[in-house]
Nanobody, 123 residues
Framework: VQLQASGGGLVQAGDSLRLSCTSSRRTGTNNGMGWFRRAPGREREFVASISWKGMTTVYADSVKGRFTISRDNAKNTVYLQMNGLKPEDTAEYYC?????????????????WGRGTLVTVSS
């Protein structure tokens, strides 16, 4: 499985971006998907996760109410809609496929990882 994230860029505080993550095969058949990020000088952290049917989502407290994760299994794609971006959201964003069908906040529960896409938010 190869995952490719895209959609990052340089934006101003308050702007929106939508990240996409496309899988090389049918998106996580029976697998949950997640987004993580790594800010400069910091460890990778959980952002959002979605179950394989898209019925359940979980978010980090820092993005709850601003970010929305969704998926279109017919297009093998998972999305992260990011609204009200803040400078502290600046990071490399990674998508990942979970080993299970449910959501997960733990990076060690994800088997496949894509290359990141850089999001830079200026103040």
């Amino acid at each position: 499985v190869q995952l490719q994230a895209s959609g990052g860029g340089l934006v101003q505080a308050g702007d929106s971006l939508r990240l996409s993550c496309t899988s090389s095969r049918r998106t996580g058949t029976n697998n949950g998907m997640g987004w993580f990020r790594r800010a400069p000088g910091r460890e990778r952290e959980f952002v959002a996760s979605i179950s394989w049917k898209g019925m359940t989502t979980v978010y980090a407290d820092s993005v709850k109410g601003r970010f929305t994760i969704s998926r279109d299994n017919a297009k093998n794609t998972v999305y992260l809609q990011m609204n009200g971006l803040k400078p502290e959201d600046t990071a490399e964003y990674y998508c990942a496929q979970s080993r299970s069908s449910t959501t997960s906040r733990r990076s060690d529960e994800y088997a496949y990882w894509g290359r990141g896409t850089l999001v830079t938010v200026s103040s």
